[in-house]
């Protein structure tokens, strides 16, 4: 058995994604052992681009790896909304100076590797973190003074706690939210490229995150690093029900899905020789992640569609919760848990069913389409501010020792 190593509290975390990786920093900088297993055969995120929010700047500032985050992000000037029928501009949201102002921290672009990356130097660089891969965990159980996890490779690792954040398709879910909450697929399917910056049509370079919204799909485009390359994600609803992910995907399937839309943005396209597909799923709330001294981080507690790009986000201010409530509560697992998805679950799910409904705005067609146009061309720079307020202020974490909104 390994993993119960000497002298003060222990954890394993399942799952180096961002969340893992996040909860490892935050939980280690409280004065805890950290041992996170990660099934891959390295440490690493896919190559495509994500999208990260002022909160996401305020949880990195806590961990302390704000500056390294920044460093590597890119910084858009606007938010925009483009009508993928008639090509015209229905909103844009600025993210300049009076945004930073207003939140504290910038708005930001980054490639999901970089990102990654900055989070696993400063793991790496912790003496009381222990970074294990090639380890896949398949079950996982309370001992009574703690809880142990067993590997497909069959090592078994015991701990003061364990936390599951692996993911959307958990295998430390179960065992906490039964066999009750299944995925709920959507019918939307993603595909991603990502377009050295040649190839992106000048017209279209701009210094945005934008979003084509059209009945059923929609599209986002954003320069990434340092602008060498594009962020595409073109995004439509379909009957399909087989949950995929980082699968192959066709031009053909993604051009059909998109013939109602204006060439401008269509030609966008007909660009990438290789695209990736997700099938996308979310899940119902539940009221409890927390079972003894197993519990649910990230994905694994609390999966999204990705329209407000919150997902990695509500991760890291997942593990900035966790590692604030463990330091309140002196090391004592019981009461931070407990703590931790009080805080959580309202913001996480909020975020969940917010989403939901925001992809429906994007897909709207008809009078919702007019209705979606006419509202959003009338915000202001202000009303934007304070539409975003409850997500980008990271005001669900108040009292965690993180940067309240200017
Ligand atoms: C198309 C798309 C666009 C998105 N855009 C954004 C965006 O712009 N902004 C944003 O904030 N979010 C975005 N998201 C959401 C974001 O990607 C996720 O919310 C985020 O990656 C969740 O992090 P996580 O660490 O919880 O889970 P994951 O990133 O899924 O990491 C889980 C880790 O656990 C490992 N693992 C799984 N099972 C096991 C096991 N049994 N044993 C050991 N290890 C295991 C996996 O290999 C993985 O490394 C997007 C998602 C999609 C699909």
Known sequence: MSGARNGGPS??????????????????????RVTVLEQADKFGEIGAGIQ???????????LGIGDAGRARAVYVDALIMMDGITGEQIFRGPLDAPFRKYFGNPYAVIHRADLHSAFLDACRAHEAIRLI??????????????AVVRTEAGNVYEADA???????????????????????????????????????PE?????????????????????????????????FVTDDKNVGSNEPGTREEVLSRFAHIVPRAR???????????????DRDPIDHWVNGRVALL????????????????????DAVCLADKYEKAGGDFDAAFKAYQEDRIPRAYRVVLSSRELGRIYHADGVERLVRNAWLKEKTPEQFYAGMQWIYGGNGLAGSGLRAAA
Request: glycine content about 12%.
């Open 11 to 32: 954890a394993v975390i399942v799952g180096g994604g961002i969340g893992g990786l996040a909860a490892a920093l935050g939980l280690a900088k409280k004065g805890c």
């Open 52 to 62: 990260i929010g002022p909160n996401a700047f305020h949880a990195m500032d806590y």
């Open 133 to 146: 891969n090639k380890e896949r965990v398949i079950a996982c159980e309370n001992t009574g003074k703690g």
């Open 267 to 281: 030609k966008l396209l007909e660009v990438p020789t290789e695209w990736r597909r997700w099938v996308l799923a």
């Open 162 to 200: 364990v936390i599951g954040a692996d993911g959307v398709k958990s295998n430390i879910r179960p065992g906490i939210a039964g066999d009750k909450d299944p995925l709920r697929l959507s019918g939307h399917v993603a595909y991603r490229a990502v377009l050295p910056i040649e190839q992106m």
């Open 203 to 235: 017209d279209l370079r701009w210094n945005a995150a934008t979003l084509w919204a059209g009945p059923k799909c929609h599209m986002v485009h954003y320069p990434l690093q340092g602008w060498r390359t594009f962020n595409l994600v073109a995004t």
């Open 298 to 317: 990230g994905d694994a507690a609390h999966p999204t569609y990705q329209y407000f790009a919150q997902g990695a986000c509500m991760a890291m201010e």
